[in-house]
């Protein structure tokens, strides 16, 4: 799959999910402090689903309604290092389909997939 990992995420879920063979670019690698309706722009033009640890992604998709093309909201503390990338691989490999045009948030506990209707502005 098509990843962009905003860089608030720490390098080591980017390593895991380009271990596990996702096509992932970092934004702390090539365009460190790029704003967040860039990243937005970026990944819907290259249709790569976010992966990211910023709130402010929701605020930009549901109540600006920027177009996106995925969004993965990762809320897991840092310290849950093991459980934060075994969360990521679940998302990726059993819910795959359904992360394009998708609000997706995920937690120790849940996974939490909000399809985004064309109301929602996406593209």
């Known amino acids: 799959m098509k990843i ?3 860089e608030c995420c720490p390098s080591f ?3 895991a999910l380009r271990s596990d063979g996702h ?3 970092y934004v702390a690698e ?3 402090s790029m704003p967040d309706k860039n990243v937005l ?3 819907l033009a290259a249709e790569r689903v976010i ?4 709130r402010d992604f929701c605020e930009l998709v549901f109540l600006n309604k920027l ?3 995925g969004i993965i909201l990762v809320r897991i503390n840092q310290a849950q290092r093991q459980e934060k990338v075994q969360r990521l691989r679940l998302v990726f490999s ?3 389909a359904e992360l394009p045009h998708a609000m997706v948030t995920v937690t120790l506990t849940t996974i939490r997939i909000r399809p985004l209707s064309d109301t929602d502005n996406w593209t």
């Open 4 to 6: 962009l990992v905003d």
């Open 13 to 15: 879920v980017v390593a």
């Open 23 to 25: 096509d992932v670019e």
């Open 30 to 32: 090539d365009s460190p």
């Open 41 to 43: 722009s970026r990944a």
């Open 51 to 54: 992966v990211t640890e910023d």
């Open 67 to 69: 177009p996106t093309y």
């Open 94 to 96: 059993q819910h795959s």
